[in-house]
């Protein structure tokens, strides 16, 4: 125990050793200007701050998708990958909202406006939402990102109907210390800081104090006859200000209430009854700067279900976005300076959007779409997640698990293509980044298309990863109660198929096509087990090697009009074309485009020589598919087909080899015998016949 303790302690030393040294330290006025010329981004407002906090912790730039993804969503350093966000259609979103930001943050007009996430439950825009305060938190706890903020002291020696209680107050707003110099004074030392500002952005600053400040101000000012300077040396401090939202601290979650319950003092703050006896009620004194607004105030204010507030609550927003304000009753306008987010979904944005009385709402805000996602691997990562951070039972997940799970997912959301140039399938892989350039797939035209056809934007409607996450998870649960040690994709459409039915945010009409998009996964499933089941039976990889280095030889001949050493003459000969269409044949590449397909391989084998890379086929994925084919065909006729159907002893040397090549693609035992019973009966089947 003794030792558990003396832990606790060193990791209490730790955490209090994070913690900038400052944080509790009072300093003059004088030496937060002086910090101000070595450093002017202390001076930031609430968007240049969001903005560089997204630049802060790492940037990467996807030159295919011309999109900036952004560390915080993508690789999560601070939650070492934990939190992480996965999709282009995702991080297209994220690039979209930092952008808006950092336009907000040069003043280009979207600084008065709300940033609103629309999309499906359960696209991930509360996790987004959540993972922004989290990361906010985190930088003003670090250098780059600090800010301050001032508390007035020693009031009650000038100021004599004030509350002893009172003697010490902070900045009700947590406003910025240069809000107490005269607006011409600060703006000539926000000039000197612009000159030595090293930023896409300018600093401006142009509030007023808040009431309660205000008052003091002027009673302080009355009593040094107008002497600014003893002002601020002796009734002004300055402290580090760090965003917190247990403390509702520069970060703020507003959540609407029931509708009779609404009351706009949620956002705007109200009266301190405590205080109406002290100071009197129309004192700015006795006001309780508890607002939603008030508490956000340098940070970030958050809307879950913003538009689910009724209309009259709303119009609050009216002047905090684009005037930059709040009126609290009975008070005068208060300046702000935050980010405000808002989340939403489908039926209340259409319900707000049709009101013809939100039309100034409506023109203040923002939309970035959060779609699903729509790659089945990228899904598929988002399920891994979930069971990394989970406490999984000792469970198998076999191959293509997860994957067809994703694939079912994502065929729900695509709009379906037109029929004469592709299927839905086709397409659900094009999106995955299966793309067979000799069928001259255009992925950006298919969006486009897509685009053109979604009542608001693809990915939009659908299955919610949360119906298939809890589906994943009843059906290891199932498992585990059955003593299974694996969990199959099989296991997994068996409880999607029994479900379905059962979910409350799947409308009754799409049932019998989202049946017909699971017998589509169960379908590419099955071909995908076959192909994993001849893998296992005919598998080589020294003849892979040795078929690819032939097939490059003879391809590269034919490219070059040439001639090629016979394997076992050693005479020269002309390219072997039978050979070359045997391989060819196993991709369906057609007679008429034999020549593309040949330059493209031979394209990619020069383009690795220069890049001093060997040659290997197993590197080229069309290539590496078409030799395995080739390879079945030739190895089948040794085969014996009946093991793969008998009720033999799975021991036996021969299945037990299978089997063993399986575990080799990542099965499990258990889960290799159920594969090669369900795709090798298949396998058997076709080639008996």
């Not at 005919?538 to 090697?545: F, L, P, S, T």
């Not at 001093?612 to 079945?632: I, S, T």
Request: glycine share 6%; net charge negative.
């Amino acid at each position: 125990m003794t030792g558990d303790i003396e832990t606790l302690a060193e990791l209490s030393n730790e955490y209090r050793e994070s913690i900038p040294a400052d944080l509790r330290e009072t300093r003059s006025f004088e030496w937060y200007l002086r910090e101000l010329y070595e450093e002017p981004k202390i001076a930031r407002n609430a968007h240049q701050r969001v903005a560089d906090m997204f630049d802060y912790y790492g940037t990467s730039y996807d030159e295919t998708e011309g999109v900036v993804e952004y560390h915080l969503a993508s690789r999560d350093p601070l939650g070492d990958g934990e939190n992480t966000f996965y999709g282009t259609v995702i991080h297209q979103s994220i690039h979209e909202f930092v952008n808006k930001v950092k336009s907000g943050a040069r003043r280009l007009g979207p600084e008065r406006r709300i940033k609103l996430l629309l999309g499906p439950v359960g696209s991930g825009k509360s996790h987004f939402d959540r993972q922004i305060r989290t990361y906010f938190e985190d930088y003003t706890l670090r250098e780059d990102g600090r800010m301050y903020t001032f508390r007035w002291r020693n009031l009650c020696e000038v100021i004599h109907d004030q509350d002893p209680a009172d003697d010490a107050v902070r900045s009700p707003m947590n406003q910025d210390p240069l809000v107490l110099l005269p607006l011409e004074q600060r703006q000539s030392v926000i000039d000197d800081l612009n000159d030595r500002l090293d930023a896409p952005y300018t600093i401006r600053n142009e509030q007023s104090l808040d009431p309660e400040s205000e008052l003091y101000m002027d009673r302080l000012l009355a009593h040094y006859d107008d002497d600014l300077q003893a002002v601020l040396e002796e009734h002004v401090e300055v402290v580090r200000l760090i965003a917190d939202e247990n403390k509702r601290q520069c970060l703020e979650t507003f959540e609407p209430k029931d509708k009779k319950n609404q009351d706009e003092t949620e956002l705007t703050g109200d009266v301190n009854y405590s205080k109406i006896a002290v100071y009197g009620e129309s004192d700015p004194r006795a006001f309780d700067y508890s607002g939603a607004f008030c508490n956000a105030n340098r940070g970030l204010f958050s809307g879950e279900e913003l538009l689910k507030l009724q209309r009259e609550f709303l119009y609050d927003f009216l002047h905090a976005t684009q005037e930059q304000t709040i009126k609290p009753k009975n008070n005068p306008r208060i300046d702000i300076d935050q980010v405000i987010v808002g989340r939403t979904n489908m039926p209340e944005y259409k319900d707000k959007k049709g009101d013809e009385k939100m039309e100034a709402f409506n023109d203040r805000t923002k939309r970035i779409d959060f779609p699903y996602v729509l790659s089945y691997e990228d899904e598929a990562s988002i399920y891994r997640k979930m069971l990394n951070n989970a406490d999984v039972p000792d469970i198998d997940v076999e191959p293509h698990t997860l994957e067809m799970a994703g694939l079912f997912g994502v065929l729900t959301r695509i709009e379906e293509p037109d029929a004469e140039t592709i299927d839905l399938l086709a397409k659900a892989k094009a999106y995955n980044g299966e793309v067979d350039e000799l069928e001259e797939l255009d992925v950006r035209k298919l969006r486009e298309e897509a685009a053109a056809k979604a009542e608001i934007g693809e990915g939009m409607v659908g299955i919610s990863p949360r119906f298939i996450g809890d589906e994943i998870a009843e059906a290891i649960m199932d498992s585990k109660h059955r003593s299974r040690g694996f969990l199959s994709p099989l296991t997994v459409f068996n409880f999607f198929e029994e479900n379905l039915e059962h979910h409350g945010s799947i409308p009754e009409e799409n049932f019998e096509r989202y049946y017909r998009y699971l017998e589509t996964v169960r379908e590419e499933y099955r071909e995908r087990a076959i192909e994993d089941v001849r893998h296992a039976l005919a598998y080589d990889i020294e003849e892979i090697r040795r078929q690819g280095e032939k097939y490059m030889d003879h391809v590269m001949a034919y490219i070059d009009d040439d001639t090629v050493e016979d394997e076992l003459t050693g005479r020269e000969q002309e390219p072997d074309e039978t050979f070359l269409r045997s391989v060819e044949e196993k991709l369906d590449v057609p007679e008429d485009r034999k020549d593309d397909f040949r330059q493209e391989v031979s394209n990619w084998v020069s383009r690795r020589a220069r890049e001093g890379e060997a040659f290997d086929p197993q590197d080229n994925e069309r290539l590496r598919r078409a030799l395995e084919r080739k390879l079945w065909e030739d190895k089948k006729h040794n085969i014996n087909f009946s093991a793969l159907v008998s009720a033999g002893e799975v021991d036996d040397d021969e299945r037990g080899s299978w089997i063993d090549a399986l575990i080799e693609q990542g099965y499990s035992e258990a889960g290799a015998k159920e594969v090669l019973e369900f795709a090798g009966a298949e396998v058997a089947k076709a080639e008996i016949e």
